[in-house]
Every structure is written in structure tokens, then in C-alpha cells.
């Protein structure tokens, strides 16, 4: 895949339904040279040091640890996407620091002369897609998604209420610059990661001072 190094570099967000193969388009972008900042790679990391891990104990207890005190990764997902207080909480544990990490991660980067393809689950509902210069939307149907989801092992129910944790799908299309369909094979997926990258390097997207919903 040609290189994607426009100057001064952009910042391009990616969004999509639960499963909808977020994670293989943004390989994708990668491949073309873009800095991938992933919030969820960031929260991983983020609630295994021993301040967090503290907080968390604080907040959930015993029941977001396992036997030898690791914490129970599903067990705190079960919790926080049945309990909307507790997920209120849990963000305001991670969500302060996550941000400052992602807005370091795309400066170092930026500085460095490299575009950004900003993975954030979130993206729309909070604040950082203020900081993209455009936005893609991951589209695949819902049969493909739903055989996705259940093949990580979530129950049809654990998919639709993470579903119903985000904004909708209508929205999120509605409010980006362009579309990916990832329900075909891969290559697929690619011509169509090329193709946009194709016409934005003749015309790079921008941030315009107001975004829609912003």
C-alpha cells in the first residue's frame, strides 16, 4: 500500500457498529504509514498500574478480581455494561487519563511529520472528535456483525446491549466524511482503504472550526 504522509499531517477517526471489523481496517490505515492510537490498547495498559488498580479495588471490590488478585477483565465489562452508574465511575477512573495519553500519542506523532488514525470506541460521544480532521465509518451488515460478535464468544444479548451503549449507527454514518464496507473479504476491504486514501491525498481533510454534533 502507498504511503499516506500528507504535510502538515491529519488526524482521521474511525467509528463503527460493535464488530463491524474496526480493528482490520485500521491495521490497514496503519500499513499506509498512519500512527494507530488505540484508546482500548491504552486502557489495557492503563488499569494494570498499581494507582488504578487501586481505585478500581475502591470502587468494584472483589468482584472485578480473580482468585490471584489480576484483575477480571470480563467481569468488570459485565458489570459496567449492565450498571450505568458504575460505568460513570469507571470512566471517571480511566477516561481523564486515557484522554491525556491519546492527545499525547497524536502529538508525538504529528510532530514527527505522521498522520493518525485516532481508534477510539467513544470517539463521537466525547470530546476527542474534535481533534480529527475527518472521520470513517466501518460499515457491515448486521448478520456479519452479529456472527462476528458470537464468534468472540459474547452472547447475542452481550452484543446488542454494547451496542446500545453507543451511538447509533445511523448517527455515527451520518456524521462521518466516509464509509468502509468490511463485510467482504479482505481484499476487498483494502481497495477500499486505498481508494480513500487515494483521493485524500490530493485533497487531505481538514478540521473545519465546527464539526457537526460537535
Given at each position: 500500500?502507498?504511503?499516506?504522509?500528507?504535510?502538515?499531517?491529519?488526524v482521521?477517526?474511525?467509528?463503527?457498529?460493535?464488530?463491524?471489523?474496526?480493528s482490520?481496517?485500521?491495521?490497514?490505515f496503519?500499513?499506509?504509514?498512519?500512527?494507530h492510537v488505540?484508546?482500548d490498547?491504552?486502557?489495557?495498559a492503563?488499569?494494570?498500574?498499581?494507582?488504578i488498580?487501586?481505585?478500581?479495588?475502591?470502587?468494584?471490590?472483589?468482584?472485578v478480581?480473580?482468585d490471584d488478585g489480576s484483575?477480571?477483565?470480563?467481569?468488570?465489562?459485565?458489570?459496567?455494561f449492565?450498571?450505568?452508574a458504575?460505568?460513570?465511575d469507571?470512566?471517571?477512573?480511566?477516561h481523564p487519563?486515557i484522554?491525556?495519553?491519546?492527545l499525547?500519542?497524536?502529538?508525538?506523532?504529528k510532530a514527527?511529520?505522521?498522520s493518525?488514525?485516532?481508534?477510539?470506541p467513544?470517539?463521537l460521544?466525547?470530546?476527542?472528535?474534535?481533534h480529527c480532521?475527518a472521520?470513517?465509518?466501518?460499515d457491515?451488515?448486521?448478520?456479519?456483525?452479529?456472527r462476528?460478535?458470537l464468534?468472540?464468544?459474547?452472547s447475542?444479548?452481550?452484543?446488542?446491549r454494547?451496542?446500545q451503549?453507543?451511538?447509533?449507527?445511523?448517527?455515527?454514518?451520518?456524521?462521518?466524511n466516509?464509509?468502509?464496507r468490511?463485510?467482504?473479504?479482505?481484499?476487498a476491504?483494502?481497495r477500499a482503504?486505498?481508494?480513500?486514501?487515494?483521493?485524500?491525498r490530493d485533497?487531505?481533510p481538514?478540521r473545519?472550526?465546527?464539526?457537526?454534533?460537535?
Amino acid at each position: 500500500m502507498d504511503r499516506f504522509e500528507p504535510q502538515p499531517p491529519v488526524v482521521i477517526g474511525i467509528v463503527g457498529g460493535i464488530a463491524a471489523g474496526k480493528s482490520t481496517v485500521a491495521a490497514l490505515f496503519a500499513a499506509a504509514g498512519l500512527e494507530h492510537v488505540d484508546a482500548d490498547g491504552i486502557a489495557r495498559a492503563l488499569v494494570d498500574e498499581p494507582a488504578i488498580r487501586t481505585a478500581l479495588r475502591a470502587r468494584f471490590g472483589a468482584a472485578v478480581e480473580r482468585d490471584d488478585g489480576s484483575l477480571d477483565r470480563a467481569a468488570l465489562a459485565r458489570l459496567v455494561f449492565a450498571d450505568a452508574a458504575a460505568r460513570r465511575d469507571l470512566e471517571s477512573i480511566t477516561h481523564p487519563q486515557i484522554r491525556a495519553r491519546i492527545l499525547a500519542q497524536i502529538e508525538a506523532a504529528k510532530a514527527a511529520g505522521r498522520s493518525v488514525l485516532l481508534d477510539a470506541p467513544l470517539l463521537l460521544e466525547g470530546p476527542l472528535h474534535a481533534h480529527c480532521d475527518a472521520v470513517v465509518f466501518v460499515d457491515a451488515s448486521d448478520a456479519v456483525r452479529r456472527r462476528r460478535a458470537l464468534a468472540r464468544g459474547w452472547s447475542e444479548a452481550e452484543w446488542q446491549r454494547r451496542e446500545q451503549n453507543q451511538l447509533g449507527l445511523g448517527l455515527k454514518r451520518a456524521r462521518a466524511n466516509a464509509s468502509i464496507r468490511n463485510d467482504a473479504d479482505l481484499d476487498a476491504t483494502r481497495r477500499a482503504v486505498e481508494e480513500l486514501l487515494s483521493t485524500w491525498r490530493d485533497c487531505p481533510p481538514r478540521r473545519s472550526e465546527e464539526r457537526p454534533g460537535s
